[in-house]
């Protein structure tokens, strides 16, 4: 087991030490995630960084898939940071199985933090804090029914997702929810309020910040000017067909427009063929599955940043990781209006009507003429990453939510 403390920290992280007041905690967060291949789990990899660099004890489940690890590069690397990991076997037959293997923790955590309400993550999770009696804690940050039913093609797997987060805010001691969106449907639920948090998703800004182009990387790329770019997983609730669409748009202003898809998943294929038929196929640069270090050279070959989506509970549910690393990047940003991406952007992009990729287009083509718009807004947008839409920031709203919940089961 490795973890980071204040004193064996890197010399590059440059956070303040902890000051006489601090307690480090023992957390155990469970996830159900291959943590090295599905590029969701960010969220939970970048939670458990921050903790684990604050000095508390993190013990992170990871769900093995070996055949995405065949198949894929590597997203992430989970042992880069001072957590500890327990691998854990897949499917319901070993649910039984991986919380007794957990119980073997010693000495027990103080709080279970719970990502993604499935039964083989939120089984374990509950019994585990009812037999050490600790509190539980249910970050919820998706609206799982209609992605689950989109993912497998089954309404009935889509209703089984739906009904464990129905479960969640009546079962848990803790809530953090990624909008407002879950917030006001957790409250409806049963979730009480001096214990629900708001956690929107964050950037990595050491990471994600403003740099030069790598003229060499936007040579072996063939790109032209300006650059488009969309970011993200392509698997579901991605939209990445509309950003084709409206590329299709901006070229009647900048012939030589190219858009730069960073990112893979199964609809690449389909994407692919859209820009085909669309005749753009040429302008359209496709990066795959790339290593998440790796994104921010490519997202500094942008000019302008696009986040469009449908409007369904998927998307009102959402705070789009896209958008916070676009905004760390300095990039302006053109989106859709829903969920929480009005409220990301404030003064740092334009929201345009849902599926409208020529409403998005319009709006792409008026600030790729007008450079000092999109100077303020990058800079804007690089403000509001620094000073909220950061994984330090959602960290301290998760360690406020642990000592509240640990003191009031004390108490």
């Not at 969309?230 to 409206?246: I, N, P």
Request: net charge neutral.
């Amino acid at each position: 087991m490795v973890w980071i403390s204040p004193f064996n920290r890197s010399k590059k992280d440059k956070r303040p030490l902890a000051d006489h007041r601090f307690i480090p905690m023992k957390i155990l967060m469970i996830q159900r995630f291959d943590l090295s291949s599905v590029s969701c789990a960010r969220r939970i990899l970048c939670q458990a960084e921050q903790l684990a660099r604050r000095g508390h004890k993190v013990i992170l489940t990871d769900f093995i898939h070996p055949a995405r690890q065949k198949e894929l590069p590597p997203v992430a690397r989970p042992t880069d940071f001072g957590a500890e990991l327990i691998s854990l076997p897949r499917g319901a037959a070993y649910i039984r199985a991986n919380i007794l293997r957990l119980r073997r923790i010693e000495p027990a955590p103080e709080v279970v933090h719970l990502w993604k309400a499935y039964p083989d993550a939120s089984l374990p999770a509950i019994a585990l804090a009812r037999h050490w009696n600790i509190p539980l804690h249910y970050d919820w940050d998706d609206w799982e029914r209609g992605i689950a039913e989109e993912l497998t093609g089954s309404a009935w797997a889509g209703w089984i997702a739906g009904r464990w987060d129905r479960l969640m805010p009546s079962l848990c001691d803790g809530m953090t929810a990624a909008s407002a969106f879950l917030r006001q449907t957790a409250l409806r639920w049963g979730a009480r309020a001096d214990r629900l948090w708001d956690a929107p998703v964050g950037a990595d800004v050491d990471r994600f910040h403003p740099r030069e182009k790598d003229a060499a990387l936007a040579q072996s790329l063939q790109l032209g000017s300006p650059v488009l770019t969309y970011h993200g997983q392509l698997e579901v609730a991605s939209y990445a067909e509309q950003a084709v669409e409206a590329l299709v748009h901006v070229r009647r202003e900048f012939p030589q427009a190219a858009l730069l898809i960073v990112g893979g998943g199964r609809k690449l294929p389909a994407i692919r063929a859209r820009a085909e038929a669309l005749g753009v196929a040429d302008r359209v640069r496709f990066t795959d599955y790339i290593a998440g270090d790796e994104v921010p050279r490519y997202l500094a070959l942008a000019d302008l940043a696009l986040a469009p989506f449908e409007e369904n509970d998927v998307t009102r549910a959402k705070s789009p990781l896209k958008i916070a690393e676009y905004l760390a990047m300095g990039l302006p940003v053109v989106a859709s209006h829903v969920g929480e991406a009005p409220v990301m952007l404030n003064d740092a992009g334009i929201c345009t009507p849902c599926g409208d990729a020529a409403s998005m287009a319009n709006e792409a083509v008026k600030l790729l003429n007008d450079a000092e718009t999109r100077h303020r807004m990058g800079a804007a947008g690089r403000r509001f990453a620094e000073s909220k839409y950061n994984w330090s920031t959602h960290a301290d709203s998760l360690e406020e939510a642990y000592r509240i919940e640990i003191n009031a089961m004390r108490s």
